[in-house]
């Protein structure tokens, strides 16, 4: 009786299981096997650490190429591969092939899928036709792909199970950015910040590809999932219309706030995370107010996508200092009290740290010496600025006006970092975190909108900041105090995404082409390889057969690719100044590969 | 002997400066200018530099456009990028005629290897009001007249551009 009873119950269980859906269970646990890495992002947390340990601070010196794979693409490779059982998914940018590759059997493609694309998506995308990655779950590797469409492929044999358009590229909407898949439903943003998109972020059901819920970054309360009053921004209701009224007019339709870059979870908070990108136009006085939600931290419920909270980081955004970089989710104790805490590295140059479950602000320091548009964020709860930062008119282009060139803005429009992927590793307690160390001049002007024309109204010029030569530095910080613990020089901006290990080292790559491993403790570099072209892909581990192995993505492009290939000009040089700083073409071509690292045999 | 080297030399160096001299449209020096806007003898639209670096509106105007809309896909300073040609070199033998049928009609160059893809931009204001300057900046490029950063000096804008520029944009 006794067993018939546990049964019944463990198989009604199972049931309950199977019905409240749950492609993230899998994943989820899936996840924690750091043999695998299923998601883009490594994790929910967003954290890119690994437990894995084979490779140490001892003897990564000791690493050597175990294979290679080229992707038969030019163009910039960012993201990086994801490793499910036995299988190694790789995709591209623009055509946006996907390989599955078998690691049992000499990394042999098991299926290919490319998708016939019109290439008149290549120009609207603003950047370089890049992708982040794919995702998998239920048996499905999901693709965004650059004209927006989602496509959800068997993954055993890349066969297109559904796909449904995301966006109309014809009006400058694209698709860049890594989907995450939460639950029964696949999360996938917008990019087009420079094309005037109103953007948003989507959950299509995995099964049928059929829409769940969209969520706008600006807008009517409807459009943009908010409660006036359960919504909250810094433990306030939002209130009603909390978007439109910070926008003259109608012009939040035209109002950029895209959603390219990493989402996190927390499973226990049932929370997504991502944030929203620049308002459009860059000239900042084409549009008045504080263009709310554009420069916002969000967290949504997964399910019906309504905000729990928001975060507006820099109100009328006057330097393209996009929102869009990733949360990190840590348990950590700040003053002797355990937090959920969120870190965030942002384009405007500061590192943010909240309690993620209400929104919190509870450090927000500048992550490079250098950035000068701000003196810091009024942190004083009662004040009626409380959360703003204080923008200095010194660097203010709204104060400059139209037609004024306002001089020696740091960080530049490319920010303190952009969307290449922090690592958090437990271990340590501090994040590591890939910067670019770059300054620019800025001057906007009056601009017309055209559908799926470009809508930027600025002229910039970018240099390294005055004295120094070094235009990137790779990181160590500490979000519960918001400092640097330790920082390293590079030529040139760091855009890969990192990757941190239980075996006390940290990897991230460069754009002259280099994997690097430095020691998490002290930064000390302990191995450098040159890949065949610049890396601008995130650093993934695994472990095959017993075996821990590293893998990244080589093939620079991507805003890095157009910005730094010349080089830099020194604007003080004068009349005639040639090329005052490296330039990337005289360290490496295009090319996509990747390349997969591990100790020698012993 | 050694006189004859040096005169060797120095033809060599004439004919080279000749080279740097002529791109896509021929000779660049002006010969005349309407209302700011300097033309070469074939017509053309040029650039002018005068001897304190002062260079004329549209190659200052077209410094600016060219930063914004051009640039995010061909490079500061018209250097080219990892994504699209340097339109410095391209103008090298790129016809006035030919450079305005590509910003306003678009071109594709798709290879085995490659699918490059410029968009038209003829219904875009915020380029096709600007062609000339666009062009007169890059064409100065071309033909080294200005180097990698903003023009420090430049002509007044005119009254004339400033009504064509109203009109043309709408505002």
């Known amino acids: 009786m006794r067993k018939v009873l546990l049964a019944t119950g463990m198989s009604a269980m199972a049931v309950f299981a199977a019905g409240s859906a749950t492609a993230n269970d899998e994943l989820n646990k899936m996840s924690q096997n750091p043999a695998e890495w299923v998601m883009p992002t490594g994790d929910y947390a967003n954290t890119r650490y690994s437990k894995l340990k084979q490779i140490t601070a001892a003897n990564v010196g000791k690493l050597q190429v175990a294979w290679t794979f080229s992707?038969?693409?030019?163009?910039?490779?960012?993201?990086?591969?994801?490793?499910?059982?036995?299988?190694?998914?790789?995709?591209?940018p623009?055509?946006?092939?996907?390989?599955?590759?078998?690691?049992?059997?000499?990394?042999?493609?098991?299926?290919?899928?490319?998708?016939?694309?019109?290439?008149?998506?290549?120009?609207?995308?603003?950047?370089?036709?890049v992708n982040r990655g794919v995702a998998y779950a239920d048996g499905k590797i999901f693709l965004?792909?650059?004209?927006?469409?989602?496509?959800?492929?068997?993954?055993?044999?890349?066969?297109?199970?559904?796909?449904?358009?995301?966006g109309d590229p014809s009006k400058g909407q694209t698709g860049t950015s890594a989907p995450m898949i939460v639950k029964d439903k696949v999360l996938v943003g917008t990019s087009g910040g420079e094309f005037g998109v109103q953007c948003s972020m989507t959950a299509y059901n995995i099964k049928d590809g059929k829409q769940v819920w969209k969520a706008y970054s600006e807008g009517p309360d409807d459009q943009i999932l908010v409660d006036p009053e359960k919504t909250t921004a810094l433990g306030k209701p939002v209130g009603k219309d909390s978007s439109t009224k910070t926008w003259e007019g109608d012009q939040w339709k035209i109002g950029g706030g895209c959603t390219w870059g990493w989402l996190a979870y927390d499973p226990s908070l049932d929370l997504v995370y991502y944030g929203s990108g620049n308002p459009s136009t860059w000239n900042p006085k084409q549009r008045p107010g504080d263009n709310k939600w554009s420069m916002t931290i969000w967290a949504r419920n997964p399910d019906n996508g309504m905000a729990k909270w928001v975060y507006q980081m820099t109100p009328h955004d006057e330097w393209d200092y996009d929102g869009v970089n990733e949360m990190i989710l840590t348990d950590q104790t700040i003053d002797g009290k355990?937090?959920?805490?969120l870190t965030h590295f942002d384009r405007n140059g500061l590192g943010y740290t909240l309690d993620r479950a209400d929104g919190e602000l509870l450090v927000a320091q500048k992550y490079d010496p250098k950035v000068n548009w701000t003196s810091g964020v009024d942190m004083n709860k009662s004040s009626p600025t409380y959360g703003r930062p204080k923008v200095l008119d010194?660097?203010?282009?709204?104060?400059?006006?139209?037609?004024?060139?306002?001089?020696?803005?740091?960080?530049?429009?490319?920010?303190?970092?952009?969307?290449?992927?922090?690592?958090?590793?437990?271990?340590?307690?501090?994040?590591?975190?890939?910067?670019?160390h770059?300054?620019?001049?800025?001057?906007?002007?009056?601009?017309?909108?055209?559908?799926?024309?470009?809508?930027?109204?600025?002229?910039?010029?970018?240099?390294?900041?005055?004295?120094?030569?070094?235009?990137?530095?790779?990181i160590a910080w500490d979000g519960k105090t918001g400092k640097i613990v330790w920082s390293n020089k590079e030529q040139f901006s760091v855009w890969s995404g990192a990757l941190a290990t239980a075996g006390g080292v940290v990897f991230y790559g460069t754009l002259e082409g280099y994997l690097k491993a430095v020691d998490a403790k002290t930064g000390k570099e302990l191995y450098k390889f040159k890949t065949p072209s610049g890396i601008i892909g995130n650093v993934t581990t695994y472990e095959h057969?017993?075996?821990?192995?590293?893998?990244?993505?080589?093939?620079?492009?991507?805003?890095?690719?157009?910005?730094?290939?010349?080089?830099?000009?020194?604007?003080?040089?004068?009349?005639?100044?040639?090329?005052?700083?490296?330039?990337?073409?005289?360290?490496?071509?295009?090319?996509?590969?990747?390349?997969?690292?591990?100790?020698?045999?012993? | 002997m050694r006189i004859i080297y040096l005169i060797a030399a120095a033809i060599m160096l004439v004919a080279a400066s000749g080279i740097a001299f002529a791109d896509g449209s021929g000779d660049p020096t002006a010969v005349k200018s309407e209302d700011g806007k300097y033309l070469d003898k074939e017509g053309n639209p040029t650039y002018k530099v005068q001897a304190d670096g002062t260079v004329d509106w549209y190659t200052y105007s077209g410094y600016r456009r060219y930063h914004s809309e051009c640039h995010v896909c061909h490079g500061p300073d018209g250097m080219g990028s990892s994504y699209a040609p340097a339109l410095k070199d391209s103008l090298k033998t790129m016809s006035y005629g030919d450079f305005m049928g590509v910003v306003a009609s678009g071109r594709k160059n798709v290879t085995t290897s490659q699918e490059n893809v410029?968009?038209?931009?003829?219904?875009?204001?915020?380029?096709?009001?600007?062609?000339?300057?666009?062009?007169?900046?890059?064409?100065?490029?071309?033909?080294?007249?200005?180097?990698?950063?903003?023009?420090?000096?430049?002509?007044?804008?005119?009254?004339?551009?400033?009504?064509?520029?109203?009109?043309?944009?709408?505002h």
């Open chain 1, 438 to 474: 770059v300054c620019m001049d800025y001057e906007p002007f009056k601009v017309s909108y055209t559908a799926g024309q470009p809508y930027v109204g600025a002229t910039l010029s970018m240099y390294p900041p005055p004295g120094e030569t070094n235009m990137g530095n790779f």
């Open chain 1, 71 to 92: 992707t038969g693409v030019l163009r910039g490779h960012e993201g990086g591969p994801l490793i499910v059982g036995n299988t190694m998914y790789v995709h591209t």
């Open chain 1, 94 to 129: 623009f055509p946006n092939k996907v390989y599955a590759l078998d690691l049992a059997n000499e990394n042999k493609i098991i299926w290919a899928y490319e998708p016939k694309q019109d290439p008149n998506v290549i120009p609207v995308m603003c950047c370089d036709t």
């Open chain 1, 338 to 341: 355990a937090r959920k805490l």
């Open chain 2, 118 to 170: 410029m968009p038209a931009f003829g219904d875009n204001p915020n380029v096709a009001c600007y062609m000339d300057d666009l062009y007169i900046y890059l064409r100065a490029r071309a033909n080294d007249a200005v180097g990698r950063v903003r023009p420090a000096k430049h002509e007044d804008k005119s009254k004339a551009y400033t009504d064509a520029e109203k009109s043309c944009m709408g």
């Open chain 1, 144 to 166: 965004h792909q650059a004209d927006d469409k989602l496509v959800a492929l068997d993954s055993k044999t890349g066969k297109v199970a559904w796909s449904v358009a995301n």
């Open chain 1, 545 to 602: 057969a017993g075996k821990q192995y590293i893998a990244v993505l080589s093939g620079v492009g991507g805003w890095a690719g157009i910005g730094l290939a010349a080089g830099l000009t020194d604007p003080t040089a004068g009349l005639g100044a040639v090329g005052g700083y490296a330039a990337l073409t005289n360290y490496t071509a295009l090319g996509g590969a990747l390349t997969v690292f591990s100790l020698p045999a012993q």
């Open chain 1, 394 to 436: 010194s660097a203010s282009t709204e104060k400059g006006g139209e037609d004024h060139n306002t001089k020696g803005i740091c960080p530049a429009a490319l920010g303190s970092k952009d969307e290449q992927p922090a690592a958090y590793s437990p271990d340590t307690q501090l994040f590591y975190v890939p910067t670019n």
